[in-house]
């Protein structure tokens, strides 16, 4: 099955899944395609190549945080692996 | 968009017409609010609103407070006022304020009724039938759409939100702006870490230093607390919806501004001095966000959600549009405008002239769903603690 996600601009590291996707489900992005190495939920993030711990993600142009850990193309990007610029917490990696 | 360039409303002597005509029930003080609550439900289609607070209010806390009560008082959607208050002091600055904005009113206290609270309501349903009586008789006449001022709030947003429904409202702002209207935008801690981008679009450098500071201070209020954004903005909600980040869900939710640029920063319920794009310098919990745009002129709110939020303002018409197909599907009721397509093949220019056409036709009179069900309030922020 194949799943679409939203990429806003070319240059992003993550796009947007417009449905629930399984592990291992086909994503379809503008012209790539990838596969999911989670379940990732709808309008939930996947990281769209290799993303270093420590590297800042955009999306559209803004960054939208942290990453805390390596995290690897197709894998869910959300609270578990990335954090605020602007966190106080401490951080679980 | 020739269609497009009127709406029907209510022209008012001083300021913008009014995109409704309703009696408004202000109850000033908070001693009475369930007299106050008796004669709206007394009065069909009389639009209730006001405070829970009045003794002992110092500061600019008392300051903020008169002003946003007196800024509803004025609204321009209000073509008469019932003032319901325990005494005077607090009557007598809303009947200032009434008087010099030249609209129909009624005064009453309970010093006037020997604290007589039954007293109060037999005469202020008396009074407000009167008023009701001359509303009805009156019909709206085309204004030009450069009287519009329009204000965009989210509330429990998805991804969806930055990605389609923000963006639609930000074509909705640049159209309003090049017309001549007024666009509003709050939330300041949702301009976290876009203040450069913000800043640069400062009509003056002051502009500039003041939406940085009012960022600045959002988060240093955060941080004093000890409280972690996260979980707060974003929230439970936002969180297990995708969004996993606070500058995530900001830079999101500040393309609702457009591209114009930013002609001030204002204070919670301030009036802006021209027409344009202005920021608020507000909280972003909806009730308190929407009672602080309505008090500073707005007619209607442009309401993004991507979960839902059934949350209206009582006197400014709440349009409330999602990019969520799913949310769209679940709350008929709810959703005002379904602009899920912009995910799926419709652009966000086409969509924008259709989101203009149903804002027109809410102007001119067509009910929100908030309207029909009955969903609207105010609710006046708090600046300190009373003594």
Redesign the interface.
């Known amino acids: 099955m194949t799943t679409r996600a939203?990429i806003?601009r070319p240059d992003d590291m993550v796009a947007?899944l417009?449905a629930d996707a399984p592990a291992g489900a086909s994503i379809e992005i503008a012209a790539q395609t990838l596969t999911a190495r989670d379940a990732i939920?709808?309008?939930?993030?996947i990281a769209l190549r290799d993303i270093a711990a420590g590297e800042t993600l955009h999306?559209?142009g803004?960054?939208?945080?942290r990453a805390t850990q390596d995290i690897p193309a197709g894998a869910h990007?959300?609270?578990h692996n990335?954090?605020?610029?602007?966190?106080?917490?401490k951080e679980t990696t | 968009m020739s269609d497009t360039d009127t709406f029907l409303g209510y022209p008012r002597s001083h300021g913008r017409p009014g995109i409704r005509n309703h009696l408004l029930v202000l109850n000033c003080t908070g001693l009475t609010d369930a007299t106050a609550r008796r004669v709206a439900a007394a009065l069909p289609g009389a639009v209730f609103a006001g405070t829970m607070y009045g003794m002992g209010m110092v500061g600019a806390d008392a300051a903020f407070h008169t002003a946003t009560l007196a800024g509803m008082a004025t609204h321009p959607n209000c073509g008469a006022v019932v003032l319901i208050g325990a005494d005077r002091t607090r009557l007598e600055q809303m009947i200032a304020a009434v008087e010099a904005a030249d609209r129909p009113f009624v005064a009453l206290g309970l010093d006037d009724t020997r604290h007589d609270a039954q007293l109060l309501s037999q005469r202020a349903i008396a009074e407000g039938a009167r008023l009701l009586r001359d509303l009805s008789g009156v019909r709206p006449v085309p204004c030009p759409v450069s009287d519009l001022f329009l204000a965009f709030e989210c509330g429990l947003s998805d991804p969806s939100s930055g990605l389609a429904a923000n963006p639609l409202l930000g074509h909705v702002a640049d159209w309003l702006v090049d017309a001549g209207g007024s666009v509003l935008v709050g939330e300041s801690i949702e301009w976290l870490g876009t203040e450069d981008e913000l800043a640069n679009r400062a009509a003056t450098p002051e502009v500039g230093t003041a939406i940085r500071r009012a960022v600045q201070d959002r988060l240093a209020m955060a941080n004093a607390a000890g409280v972690d954004l996260l979980g707060t903005n974003p929230n439970a909600a936002n969180i297990k919806a995708g969004l996993s980040t606070i500058e995530e869900k900001a830079s999101g939710a500040v393309l609702k501004a457009g591209t114009r640029p930013i002609r001030s920063v204002l204070a919670y319920a301030a009036a802006p001095a021209e027409p344009g794009l202005h920021f608020m310098d507000a909280p972003a919990y909806s009730p308190e966000s929407l009672t602080g745009f309505v008090a500073s002129g707005a007619q209607m709110i442009l309401f993004t959600t991507g979960l839902g939020n059934s949350y209206c303002s009582a006197l400014a018409p709440t349009l409330k549009l999602t990019a969520n197909a799913a949310t769209a599907r679940n709350l008929p009721c709810q959703i005002d405008f379904d602009a899920s397509a912009a995910l799926a093949d419709r652009t966000l220019e086409d969509l924008a002239q259709e989101l203009v056409a149903q804002i027109n036709a809410i102007a001119s009179g067509q009910y929100t769903y908030g309207e029909i069900m009955g969903e609207g309030a105010e609710s006046i922020s708090r600046f300190g603690a009373a003594i």
């Not at chain 1, 939920?41 to 993030?45: G, L, M, Q, R, Y």
């Not at chain 1, 990335?82 to 917490?89: C, G, K, P, R």
């Open positions: 939203h806003v947007y417009l939920p709808v309008f939930h993030k999306r559209g803004w960054p939208v945080g990007v959300h609270v990335l954090v605020s610029a602007y966190s106080t917490s």
